[in-house]
């Protein structure tokens, strides 16, 4: 049976999956890839803290995962602008108006939470079987 460090880094791989086919593909909802842009960065940090032994309680909160891994971390700061912008489409972006992205924030937000994933997974290193 697979632990939950293992479920969120499994499940983190389908969100870049899905993000990278969405961007790939013609006419894709902006909204929907930011979507699983966000929960890719959201389970690598949560896969992260759990990675290093830091208690967290279960949250959507890009800004408080992000803070809780700056404090493992303090390297981790500079990710802090990416958080902010990532927080709203948790939900927000699901249920509520006024969160539009572009086609060209939505590949930019993408590439740069591949810097973040990569970061994550060279400090768990690829002896664990998961590769950068």
Aim: charged share 30%.
């Amino acid at each position: 049976m697979k632990n939950t460090f293992e479920i969120l880094l499994e499940k983190a791989e389908e969100d870049r999956r899905a993000a990278a086919a969405l961007l790939a593909a013609k006419d894709s909802p902006e909204g929907i890839i930011v979507f699983h842009v966000q929960q890719l960065a959201e389970k690598l940090l949560k896969a992260f803290l759990i990675f290093r032994k830091t208690e967290c309680k279960p949250t959507h909160n890009m800004i408080f995962l992000l803070e809780k891994a700056v404090a493992a971390d303090a390297s981790f700061s500079e990710f802090s602008d990416l958080a902010d912008e990532l927080a709203p489409f948790a939900v927000l972006i699901r249920y509520e108006e006024g969160y539009e992205v572009t086609i060209e924030e939505a590949r930019s937000l993408f590439e740069r939470t591949l810097r973040l994933r990569n970061r994550i997974l060279a400090e768990i290193g690829e002896g664990k079987g998961f590769r950068v």
